[in-house]
Every structure is written in C-alpha cells, then in structure tokens.
Nanobody, 121 residues
Framework: QVQLQESGPGLVKPSQTLSLTCTVS??????????WNWIRQPPGKGLEWMGA???????YYRSPLKSRTSISRDTSKNQFTLQLSSVTPEDTGVYYC?????????????WGQGTQVTVSS
C-alpha cells in the first residue's frame, strides 16, 4: 500500500517561497511508469494540477505557474518537494501530492491527505 504525506508550513507571507515535501512509503519514487504530482485546491474552486516529477527525474509544470514552480526529489529519503516562489493570497488552498501514471491532470491512484496553506501577512 503506497502512502503519501505532505509536510510544510501552514502559513506563508506574500512574496515568500512556499516549500512543501511529500514523503512516500510503500513504494519507490524511482519505480518506472509513475509520475509524482502536486495538486492544489483553492477555496471554493476545483482541483488544479501544478506539476509533476517522473520516476526518471524529468519535471513537468502547469504553464501559468512554470516561472514560479520547481519540483525536485531526494531519492535517498523517497521524498519529492514543491517550491512555489513569489506567493500571493491567490496561492492559498489545500495542497496535495499524488501518484499517477501520467501528468497534466489533477488525478491519481494514491493521494496524501492534503495540507492547508494560507498566504497572508
């Protein structure tokens, strides 16, 4: 059973960089055929795919966020990390990590429980 767990600060100030880590257990992030995604849900809105890192280490980003988003991984810890720079209150929402067999959509077969991030001064 694959399990994912998000961790990171719940409150970030505007203009700062948000950093979240997803710790994976029960499966390796280097196993071929999987993509490890970051997805968020702003209050009152639907799920939004943000980006992904493949088992190969290749990264993919949602176009409007590409200039502010970076996804990396630490294979020794079986973790992958999201960094979102220059945040604004519009980046407030619940952030999820999820495993999928593709990238580009807010879907996945295994999900973390989600973590609330609020951008406020």
């Amino acid at each position: 059973q694959v399990q994912l767990q998000e961790s990171g600060p719940g409150l970030v100030k505007p203009s700062q960089t948000l950093s979240l880590t997803c710790t994976v257990s029960g499966g390796s992030i280097t196993t071929n055929g999987y993509y490890w995604n970051w997805i968020r849900q702003p209050p009152g809105k639907g799920l939004e795919w943000m980006g992904a890192i493949a088992s190969s280490g290749d990264t993919y980003y949602r176009s409007p966020l590409k200039s502010r988003t970076s996804i990396s991984r630490d294979t020794s810890k079986n973790q992958f990390t999201l960094q979102l720079s220059s945040v604004t209150p519009e980046d407030t929402g619940v952030y999820y990590c999820a495993r999928d067999t593709d990238w580009g959509a807010p879907t996945g077969d295994y999900w973390g429980q989600g973590t609330q991030v609020t951008v406020s001064s």
